[in-house]
């Protein structure tokens, strides 16, 4: 059973669109809630993350939105790049725990 | 800083041969893992050492083994390959357990025939 649930399987933006991956969850238990990217031939490198006190994060570009009671969060990619273009897994795990649930993947492609 | 290294890159084994998948951080981190990536499920905890000396299961540990051998060292071991386990395994660290970030090594692919 997948404890973090991923849209869409792939995706293909615009140079300079917005990209937008989503995540939902069923456990309440989790309080940490990271995005990873991985290019092709590479391991998952972690990109940006939250904790559910706050509704949104952003670091340059990418953007996390987060919805508590919905228990669904999204990554936004502003300005997408063809440099962008790698899979991009969501992830979940509860305070001090070692398991981290992943998301099926996201492969976003930016065409020029 | 190599970070999280792992050998072998590549490994074709036959049904029933075991070998042992070898990683090494030079974080100091305390946290070290396994996991497994196929194609339409992400990635899948195997096993985690919370701390050296110590290792638990996770989501989908069997047909594996592993040994924490020090703190920079975590091996997975395969005793009796079996196809199913064809994947890339890809090892991970963290300073601490749950809420840092994990940084991952760059995967071993393993093909079973």
């Known amino acids: 059973q997948q404890q973090v649930k991923q849209s869409p399987q792939s995706l293909i933006v615009q140079k300079g669109g917005i990209s937008i991956i989503n995540c939902a969850y069923e456990n309440t238990a989790f309080d940490y809630f990271p995005w990873y990217q991985q290019f092709p031939g590479k391991g998952p490198a972690l990109l940006i993350a939250?904790?559910?006190?706050?509704s949104e994060k952003k670091e340059g570009r990418f953007t996390i939105s987060f919805n508590k009671s919905a228990k669904q969060f999204s990554l936004h990619i502003m300005d997408s790049q063809p440099g962008d273009s790698a899979t991009y897994f969501c992830?979940?795990?509860?305070?001090?725990?070692?398991?981290?649930?992943f998301g099926t993947g996201t492969r976003l492609t930016v065409i020029p | 800083n190599a970070g999280v290294t792992q050998t072998p890159k590549f490994q074709v084994l036959k049904t029933g041969q075991s070998m042992t998948l070898q990683c090494a951080q030079d974080m100091n981190h305390n946290s070290m893992y396994w996991y497994r990536q196929d194609p339409g499920m992400g990635l899948r905890l195997i096993y985690y050492s919370a701390s050296e000396g110590t290792t638990d299961k996770g989501e989908v540990p069997n047909g594996y083994n592993v040994s924490r051998l020090n703190k920079r060292e975590f091996s997975l071991r395969l005793e009796s390959a079996a196809p199913s386990q064809t994947s890339v395994y890809f090892c991970?660290?963290?300073?601490?357990?749950?809420?840092?970030?994990?940084?991952f090594g760059p995967g071993t692919r393993l093909t079973v025939t």
């Open positions: 992830a979940a795990s509860k305070a001090g725990a070692n398991n981290l649930f």
């Open positions: 991970a660290s963290s300073h601490a357990a749950g809420d840092t970030g994990q940084y």
């Open positions: 939250i904790r559910p006190d706050v």
